[in-house]
T-cell receptor, first 112, second 114 residues
Framework: AQSVAQPEDQVNVAEGNPLTVKCTYSVSGNPYLFWYVQYPNRGLQFLLKYITGDNLVKGSYGFEAEFNKSQTSFHLKKPSALVSDSALYFCAVRGAYEKLTFGTGTRLTIIP | NAGVTQTPKFRVLKTGQSMTLLCAQDMNHEYMYWYRQDPGMGLRLIHYSVGEGTTAKGEVPDGYNVSRLKKQNFLLGLESAAPSQTSVYFC?????????????FGPGTRLTVT
């Protein structure tokens, strides 16, 4: 069975510093990986995806993610954090019929 | 376009009561999904549908039923609510066209069962 793991429940970063939110995956075959963001009392919003090709994927709001096959990781990154980036972030892997298996989520807090 | 909408936004039920959550999408998507979100557990798939008239079980289907009578609507039913079904429920949809992949989510329904 496929799965993703987000090892950190909470990540705190000072405004202006780079941020990383970690995700590792376990799948058979080539992984299709996603990052979603959830702001308070809202649904999930798509940030970016890795399907194939370049290991560095760029997405919305200045976020990017690095796919590393040897480490089975797909970490979310941003060079300079904003207070407005504070939210709940989910990593997910695609299965049959586009079903998504989500990680448990990482709460990102940007400290002014 | 409204995208994905969910009705109601909030609901409080007593144990044993029944209710139906409605999801509607106006993007002509073939695939639709119901997830539940619980603290520390991420989102878990309850049921999904790959087209009008078809439904299938996800990871946590027990205690729920679904129907997809129209392409744009996906209903989630609780026949006899239990406190363990207290959760936030999200509906999502996506296209089966190659290269689509992204799921679009509704705003959620917060359900409390007392």
């Amino acid at each position: 069975a496929q799965s993703v793991a987000q090892p950190e429940d909470q990540v705190n970063v000072a405004e202006g510093n780079p941020l990383t939110v970690k995700c590792t995956y376990s799948v058979s075959g080539n992984p299709y990986l996603f990052w979603y963001v959830q702001y308070p009392n809202r649904g999930l919003q798509f940030l970016l995806k890795y399907i194939t090709g370049d290991n560095l994927v760029k997405g919305s709001y200045g976020f990017e993610a690095e796919f590393n096959k040897s480490q089975t990781s797909f970490h979310l990154k941003k060079p300079s954090a904003l207070v407005s980036d504070s939210a709940l972030y989910f990593c997910a892997v695609r299965g049959a019929y586009e079903k998504l298996t989500f990680g448990t989520g990482t709460r990102l807090t940007i400290i002014p | 376009n409204a995208g994905v909408t969910q009705t109601p936004k909030f609901r409080v039920l007593k144990t044993g009561q029944s209710m139906t959550l409605l999801c509607a999408q106006d993007m002509n998507h073939e695939y639709m999904y119901w997830y539940r979100q619980d603290p520390g557990m991420g989102l878990r798939l309850i049921h999904y549908s790959v087209g009008e008239g078809t439904t299938a079980k996800g990871e946590v289907p027990d205690g729920y039923n679904v129907s997809r009578l129209k392409k744009q609507n996906f209903l989630l039913g609780l026949e006899s609510a239990a406190p363990s079904q207290t959760s936030v429920y999200f509906c999502a949809s996506t296209s089966r066209l190659a290269g689509a992949y992204e799921q679009y989510f509704g705003p959620g329904t917060r359900l409390t069962v007392t």
